[in-house]
């Protein structure tokens, strides 16, 4: 595999941009190599600049849930880009996605689109603390919910990858607002809301916990988190910017039955274009400007372009069956995926909920941030880099998620076994 103008490239970029990345885990430093600079992308696969084709299960890091490059979002995009690419002002487009996104997401009467995932949780956030008067923002081990001051408190995959615990320039005085807690951990959260009810604002939490790696939530830890809000006057944010469109039509909440006050929804709702948002309950919405005395805006939200491709993809993944089949194919890969791993010599598991997983190097099962990080990320480095050569792209961190979209067939799949099984095998000599 030749990468000589992914590594000019690379090159170029270190003079001109911090680590030669916009995103820092895209640096790849810590699975041992330099990035692959991306050409186009269609379906499944993606080609670098050099002319190497890779199945992803990158996915743009979820949002790509139809797969590259589908046509309805295309034409969608290309039509929208006709009429001009930016207004400043509102359009048709945005009042039809938030109807839609609405009516497809349980707990969702009125929504606010912003430009992020780090947007629509910083404002759920803002909301959640002008409307209860006060401070406190309890957030969970491991759980990543965008680069925002408070949040960088024990958070999740960039800090984690990076071996950073926290980040230089967040003032002690944001930071001792923001409690982290054991995710899964039941006592340590009654405990913990119970001491502090007049002084908490809000709880925000991965529904399921995508940014540790795929950790998949007790049902009950998710069922006393609701009660324990909803008692103490504790707004439950539901940060479904992974989860979101992604495990049911209406997210996480959906597949769990259990709604949150407020919701934030990340790119996939701009069928993989720059898009966040964050909605909820109509009473508590009602308090964001100009309705309310609550600020928050943002010249570029609801641009036509994210809001006529998420129009699209959402009436892809409406269509009947259209989450049975990939819940059916997902399920397929993961068993075959879990049957190298039990064969194999090598400490290893697989954690994954509908068509999202990950595979972590580790003896012992995963469900929290603490067992997270017993992973070998050295193991996980080799083994990324066997798959890169054999022309599989996963995540470059064990701390992230591989996900399935509906354009992976059966072909690329079975290319991936192959390739996994090869790894392996290297990994127990």
Avoid at 1 to 7: A, C, G, P, V, Y
Avoid at 195 to 218: H, L, T
Wanted: aromatic share 8%; with cysteine.
């Amino acid at each position: 595999m030749k990468i000589e103008r992914s590594e000019d490239f690379f090159r170029r970029a270190k003079n001109v941009i911090p680590g030669g990345v916009n995103s820092p885990v895209r640096a790849c430093k810590s699975v041992g190599c330099d990035p692959v600079f991306v050409q186009s992308a269609e379906g499944c696969m993606i080609t670098d600049v050099d002319g190497n084709s890779y199945v992803d299960f990158v996915g743009s890091w979820g949002p790509m849930i139809l797969g590259h490059a589908h046509p309805d979002v295309l034409e969608a995009v290309n039509q929208a880009a006709c009429q001009g690419t930016s207004f400043g002002a509102p359009t048709p487009l945005e009042v039809e996605l938030a109807e839609l996104v609405c009516d497809s997401v349980p707990s969702l009467e009125k929504i606010r689109f912003v430009n992020s995932g780090t947007e629509a949780t910083m404002s759920a956030v803002r909301l959640a603390r002008g409307c209860t008067g006060r401070d406190m923002v309890v957030k969970f081990d491991g759980c990543y919910h965008g680069h925002a001051d408070s949040f960088l408190v024990k958070a999740g995959s960039g800090l984690l990858t990076l071996g950073i615990p926290g980040s230089p320039g967040v003032p002690d005085d944001i930071v001792k607002n923001t409690i982290s807690l054991p995710y899964n951990n039941i006592e340590e959260l009654e405990k913990t809301l119970r001491s502090r009810p007049d002084d908490i604002a809000c709880v925000i939490v991965e529904p399921v916990a995508g940014n540790m790696g795929v950790v998949v939530p007790d049902i009950q830890f998710l069922q006393a988190l609701r009660a324990l809000t909803e008692e103490l006057g504790i707004v439950l944010i539901f940060d479904e910017v992974i989860t979101g469109f992604r495990l049911a039509l209406g997210g996480a909440q959906e597949r769990f039955g259990i709604m949150p006050d407020l919701t934030c929804l990340g790119k996939i709702i701009g069928g993989g274009l720059p898009v966040g948002a964050y909605g909820g309950r109509a009473e508590l919405m009602d308090q964001v400007a100009p309705d309310g005395p609550v600020y928050q805006a943002g010249t570029l939200s609801g641009n036509p372009l994210a809001m006529a491709a998420g129009l699209a993809m959402l009436k892809v993944v409406r269509q009947p069956d259209f989450y049975r089949k990939l819940e059916e194919i997902s399920d397929w890969f993961a068993g075959e995926l879990a049957g190298i791993v039990d064969r194999s010599a090598i400490p290893a598991v697989l954690n994954r909920i509908g068509s999202m997983m990950t595979c972590f190097f580790v003896d012992g099962p995963v469900y929290d941030f603490t067992t997270a990080v017993k992973s070998d990320t050295e193991r996980y480095g080799f083994h990324f880099r066997q798959m890169l050569e054999g022309g599989v792209w996963l995540a470059p961190s064990q701390f992230e998620a591989m996900f399935i979209s509906a354009a992976h067939n059966r072909s690329c799949m079975e290319k991936t076994l192959a390739m996994t099984e090869s790894s392996f095998k290297k990994l127990s000599r």
